[in-house]
């Protein structure tokens, strides 16, 4: 084997420079589906990070658009490239927008749409359009309620003549799912296509990705990932008899087979469905609990994603996890959803996840969020990474919750009431999950620690990754948080890292038209210890396609490294490689 140590040095850059940069070193990748990974066209494995963008959608105020403007979309694409190196974002839709009243879907609406959804495709991203409602429809709510819910049309609601909404005394929007009846009926009549709604929701949704279809490029559609059918299913209410895993069986199943023909009657055959089980399979609180992720379904195979969301629900109360989060802390529960889809012969994706940025359990955003990114990137804590990193499994693709730049700048009128104008935050709910905000100079802005958010990640291996594992050195106020130690049986790779960001990837290398790709955070000027040949482009750490076990570590030293130290690296990680991934 040939061994080559490389010291890239980093280039200062502007953030227009670097989305510049980025739109040419990064095309558009047909991406499918390869056993439990996604797959470009030359056979690379892809992880896809990014955000969803936005909860705008579930606004009235931009008429159910993510953006005011192209010109907000343009901007807020080329700050996410720059800011955080995402490569992916899922794009809420709402019918409430697409089929304002029965009949032809809304054209206006939909050319809105594409030009918003083609900022982002020629930023490079993958885009994964997702039909979203929350609490079935704001039409559900009176003008004074606490709540309300975004998704279907006005006129779906009419049609039901469902009662007055109450929750009663709910902590939570959430408990409405539960408990208020209205959402429970008008959610049930759904699934049961009562008075043909669904048979209407479907019928313009081929009518939309028809439009999406033929008013984007053949480049642009080939950024289109695929399509999230349903936001956060559930069925309102259990049939006498039924339980959760038989609902998703008998309904949510065959809804979604319904769901995949009108993609294949759209022109979308060649991309997958991104279907997601009852939204509860995977809570966190046992009482929440309604077990799913389609035991019974069988194999999916590649043309559907298992695409799941997970909230951290304990350490939201404020009562059931009174502290902050830890290393590992979501390893179980990521490790699920890894087996979940390989038991289903298909790749998942995490679409939704985050922790509120203010409130009474805030404090806790920093660890959740770190301790989640932690389990994406591997399913075993940093504690044992070193010594078992074959346990990994894939790295996840995932999009947090969210990606705002109206964050606290809102004009909302909740359920149309001029009385309640809601500006802060996320205007919905009163949540606050973005991590973006417009500052007053006009600038896309972090509310994050940029540490936490712009990672080192193997964007595209040429081969199959064995295993990843990402220091980030985020923060907790003022307490820097590292949860990965490079044990003592591995000195001079201890030395070398000190107390910077580093990443180690192993993988099973092949001869791909197309090298091995991490994203390296803005302002790393990274060390990368290997034995294949390196090079730099843009934002990006690209390792030769060469056949064969490879390892590779990207390190941000002090200080320069000798010669002798990068030997001695080399050396025990060529060792440790050998004898810990097999």
Known sequence: MRMLVALLTAVAMTSGVVASAVAEDVPQHRLTVRGSAFVDEYGREVVLRGFNVSGETKLAESGFLPFANAADARRSAQ?????????????????????????????????????????????????????????????????GSWYTGDGAPKWVVDLGGYPAESCGICAHWGQNITQNGAVQDATKDFWHNARGVQDEFVGQAVQTMTYLRTNLSAAQFAGIAG????????????DSGQDSKAWEQNVLWPFFQRFRAAMDSAGWQDKPAFVEPNMFWNANISFQLHPGGFQDTGVLGPRYVFNTHFYDQLAQSGVFMPGKAGDGQYSANFATVRDRAAALGTAAIVTEFGHPLTGYTSDKAPTVDKAMYQALDSRVSGANWWRRPADSGPVLSATQW??????????????????????DGDAWNGEDFSSARTA???????????????????????????????????????????WNQIPSALPATAALTGAGRYGVLVWQGTASGAPTELHVPAGMTPTVVTDVSVTRAGDRVQLAATPGLHYALIAEPSTAPTAAQLTAVRTELAAWAAGAVK
């Open 79 to 143: 700050a996410m490239r720059a800011l955080t190196g995402a490569n992916a974002v899922r794009f809420p839709i709402a019918w409430a927008g697409t089929q304002p009243v029965r009949g032809p879907v809304n054209t206006p609406y939909l050319a809105a749409l594409t030009d918003q959804l083609k900022a982002f495709l020629d930023e490079g991203f993958a885009v994964l359009p997702d039909f979203h409602q929350d609490l079935f429809s704001r039409y559900l709510f009176n003008r």
């Open 227 to 238: 399509m999230d059918p349903y936001n956060e299913p559930f069925a309102g209410r259990y």
């Open 402 to 423: 969210q990606w705002d730049i109206y964050s606290g700048r809102h004009h909302e009128l909740m359920n149309d009431n001029p009385d309640k104008v809601k500006t």
């Open 440 to 482: 007053d100079d006009a600038t896309v802005q972090l509310r994050q620690d940029v540490r936490l958010l712009d990672r080192l990640y193997p964007a595209a291996v040429a081969g199959h990754t064995l295993a990843f594992t990402y220091e980030d050195r985020s923060r907790d106020g003022s307490q820097t948080l590292t």
